[in-house]
Every structure is written in C-alpha cells, then in structure tokens.
C-alpha cells in the first residue's frame, strides 16, 4: 500500500460546480496536511496548509483532515476555468522526514 | 511567481552526459530542497539543504550529487545520465527548515536522447 493515495482523474466539471478532491493516507504520524496546485508546465503552488485534524477555510477553497479515517479532502466552490490545473495532496509528520506527495489529480473546468 | 529561480528551463542531452542545474531560494528562505517529477512516479523528494548542510536524503541515486552555497543558491548535479533521467527537476525553498511550506521554482525540464 502506497503512503499516499490520490485518484488522478481527469476529472471534468462545468464552471461553477462544486469540486471536491480527495487523498487517502497510512501513517497515522502525519500531522501537516497541505494541497498544492500546478498548472501545465508550472511548479506547484501552496494553496492550503492545514495542521491535524479539522476544516480551513479560505476564498472557495476549503481543506478538510479527517485523521480517524485518514482521509483528507479539497473542496472548491463555484469552480472557474482558471482552477483547471493537477493538485497534489502533501503530507508530513512535522519531523525531519520529507514531504511525502500524492501522484495529482487533474481536474479540468469547462466554461 | 514564487521568488524562487531556476536555470535552467530546458536542457537537451545524450546519455552519458553530465550536467547542472541551478536553484535561487526565495530571498531569506535557508532551505533547499530538490525534488524530480516524471509521469510515472510523480513528484519525488531528492535532497534537502538547510543553510549550507545537507539535512535529508531521499530517492537520489548516487549518479546525482547537490550541494548549497553560501550564497544558499544550490546547484543539482546529474552525472551519466540516462534516458530514465528524463523528467522535470523542481526546486522548493522554505523558511528556516519547516517543510511543511515550500514554495517550488518553474523547474527545469531535462529531455535525454
């Protein structure tokens, strides 16, 4: 079993849909939760970094930890084209150990 | 823009070759890590610098060797290379060593033939 599980879609939606990304983990010593967004070509970029367990908030988007089910969950509301892009679910246990990364989702928003 | 540079965007070249890429860390950031994505494996952590020590090893083969300098810029060093090799090389840098906020550079694209 992987340490990280993402789906790597594609996954379409029209513009204005809600999205809803997910990752699946197995070690329970994760603590930091963080999602990044990399657009084609691009270098990922932080969008939400959220630590233990619990909701955050911010714009449309909201990062969701579930540490009992080690599940954790990206939500986008009203979806624009200009979120078409892969996000990456990363995960660390807030020690030396590097950021483990889960493989992307590619999520394209049709207008 | 992330404030971190990378040099550089493209790289062509044979098997056997050797070459370098470079990494600028964002401006107070002493962290450097290294990381090779391809297709297959997705994004894999290589190599972590904290202010001039190595702090972390990942997946790097020994064929590849990174080092930072004083200046903290970095330098990634690939050596007989092969056609595996091929993949985006993405440098992060973060403040102090907290990894959890890495901010990437645009990566340099490394093609093998």
């Known amino acids: 079993q992987k340490e990280v599980e993402q789906d790597p879609g594609p996954l379409s939606v029209p513009e204005g849909a809600i999205v809803s990304l997910n990752c699946t983990y197995s070690n329970s010593a994760f603590q930091y939760f963080m999602w990044y967004r990399q657009y084609s070509r691009k270098g990922p970029e932080l969008l939400m970094y959220?630590?233990?367990?619990g909701n955050k908030e911010d714009g449309r988007f909201t990062a969701q930890v579930d540490k009992s089910s080690k599940y954790i969950s990206l939500f986008i509301r009203d979806s624009q084209p200009s979120d078409s892009a892969t996000y990456l679910c990363a995960m660390s246990d807030g020690g030396n150990t590097p950021l483990v990364f889960g493989k992307g989702t590619r999520l394209s928003v049709i207008a | 823009d992330s404030g971190v540079t990378q040099t550089p965007k493209h790289l062509i070249t044979a098997t056997g070759q050797r070459v370098t890429l470079r990494c600028s860390p964002r401006?107070?950031?002493?962290?450097v890590y290294w990381y090779q994505q391809s297709l297959d494996q997705g994004l894999q952590f290589l190599i972590h610098?904290?202010?001039?020590?190595?702090?972390a090893k990942g997946n790097i083969l020994e064929r590849f060797s990174a080092q930072q300098f004083p200046d903290l810029h970095s330098e990634l060093n690939l050596s007989s290379l092969e056609l595996g090799d091929s993949a985006l090389y993405f440098c992060a840098s973060s403040v102090e060593a907290i990894q959890e906020t890495q901010y990437f550079g645009p990566g340099t694209r490394l093609l093998v033939l």
């Open positions: 959220t630590y233990s367990s």
């Open positions: 610098y904290y202010n001039g020590e190595e702090r």
């Open positions: 401006s107070g950031d002493l962290s």
